[in-house]
């Protein structure tokens, strides 16, 4: 332990019946809420972007192969299914899993309740852990078993706008590939709930087959497969493996890839995502607020220390401790001060968030944020971070008044005190 430090222990422990003792708890407060702010904004920003990339990528995996008019006007047309193809894509560097799968909009109707509702079909290859863990009444539908059902998973929010629960029948009316009407019955075999209204309404999941029926029944087309990357891959680089695989069959003879695209997360949602890039623009702006109200608190209470301990200046510089010597006591006792703060604006930080994260108090309108729950996520190392880089930017800005230290006089201090 340095003179220094111990020094400034001892003065932070007489300093609690000083005279500037006010000064200090108002910069422990400040800090604290300083802190617990940026801690907040944070988790809002990392829970945003990880709930909403999550359920994007469960509804639509990271990387689909598909007719590239989709980037356009949102649908393509149907391309046949090819298992060779299927298998490139299953070898291309970065690619976890891969499936194919149909798209059909339609109306579902029970009784007099009629509702839009878009149903999608995937097979037995189809990673449905994600489906599982949304999964709150009845079970998953029977998907790419030897024998096909009619099992069908919906929303509870479809569920509740059509009046069904788990075993009810409820009708589709379609239009097949040649602009014809088409009618089905399905059974709901499960409801899930992902808090994410806008996909929530309209999507519905059963087995490929049933899709393919409706679309197109004697062809036996798909949209297009569905590409998951592996723990740690980039999507664009999937995307890109994935072009060279589209680009290889075409070359090859395999005519059914010859409009196909390998479109990503990013390509088909970009209005999301440049709305989630708004996000983080803000949290910056709150962090850069926050932490110049912090650093301009410890500023102030930093000169009430050092003008406090004129006479305390003086004796050291009277007995021969340099300038800098000084300003060390003074700079470890603004970083004791600091951290005590930022220990209370941790602890009340990571409580909001907790409570948000088990109870659900705070609300938001489906409409305008696409989820009905504030989503909060805490990672340890931007914590770290956090906390690390404001004791460092704080303890940097705060040799500044500590300068002042220079400009104290042993003798004029010390004539003072006689």
Not at 235 to 245: F, H, N, P, R, S
Not at 260 to 270: D, G, H, I, K
Not at 277 to 284: E, P, S
Request: glycine share 10%; proline share 3%.
């Amino acid at each position: 332990m340095s003179f220094e430090y111990m020094l400034a222990e001892r003065t932070a422990r007489s300093g609690r019946a000083s005279r500037a003792r006010i000064m200090m708890r108002i910069a422990t407060v400040s800090t604290a809420l300083g802190i617990a702010v940026m801690i907040v904004t944070l988790a809002v920003v990392s829970g945003f972007r990880h709930r909403i990339y999550g359920d994007l990528r469960g509804f639509g995996s990271d990387v689909r192969v598909c007719d590239v008019r989709v980037l356009r006007s949102g649908s393509g047309e149907p391309m046949p299914l090819s298992d060779s193809f299927l298998e490139q894509l299953r070898r291309c560097e970065g690619v976890a899993a891969a499936w194919p799968y149909a798209e059909a909009a339609g109306m579902a109707k029970n009784g007099e309740q009629v509702a839009g509702l878009g149903i999608k079909g995937v097979d037995g290859a189809c990673d449905l852990e994600w489906w599982r863990s949304r999964l709150v009444a009845g079970e998953m539908p029977s998907i790419g078993g030897d024998e096909r059902t009619k099992d069908l998973l919906i929303s509870r929010a479809t569920a509740s706008a059509l009046r069904l629960g788990v075993g009810d029948k409820v009708e589709m009316l379609f239009m097949d590939g040649e602009g014809r009407p088409r009618r089905d019955r399905f059974v709901v075999s499960g409801l899930y709930d992902t808090g994410f209204e806008e996909l929530d309404r309209t999507t519905a999941l059963t087995d490929l087959r049933n899709v393919q029926r409706i679309a197109s029944p004697d062809n036996g087309l798909i949209s297009g497969y569905e590409i998951m990357a592996a723990r740690g891959a980039d999507a664009a680089d999937v995307a890109a493996e994935a072009e060279q695989a589209i680009e290889a069959a075409f070359y090859a003879g395999d005519e059914s890839v010859g409009s196909a695209a390998a479109v990503t997360l990013r390509e088909r949602y970009p209005v999301v995502f440049d709305w989630l890039k708004t996000h983080d623009v803000n949290a910056r702006v709150i962090l850069a607020v926050m932490m110049a109200v912090v650093l301009f608190n410890m500023a102030s209470a930093m000169l009430i220390m050092v003008l406090d301990r004129t006479g305390m200046i003086g004796v050291l510089k009277a007995m021969g401790m340099r300038n800098g010597a000084v300003r060390r006591v003074f700079l470890y006792r603004a970083a004791m001060l600091f951290v005590r703060g930022a220990a209370w604006g941790n602890a009340v930080g990571l409580a909001i968030v907790g409570l948000q994260a088990w109870l659900h108090p705070v609300r938001l309108d489906p409409e305008g944020y696409m989820l009905s729950v504030l989503p909060v996520r805490v990672e340890a190392w931007w914590v770290v971070a956090l906390n690390v880089g404001a004791v460092a930017v704080t303890v940097a800005v705060m040799t500044l008044p500590s300068m002042i230290v220079a400009r104290i006089s042993p003798e004029q201090t010390l004539k003072y005190r006689q």
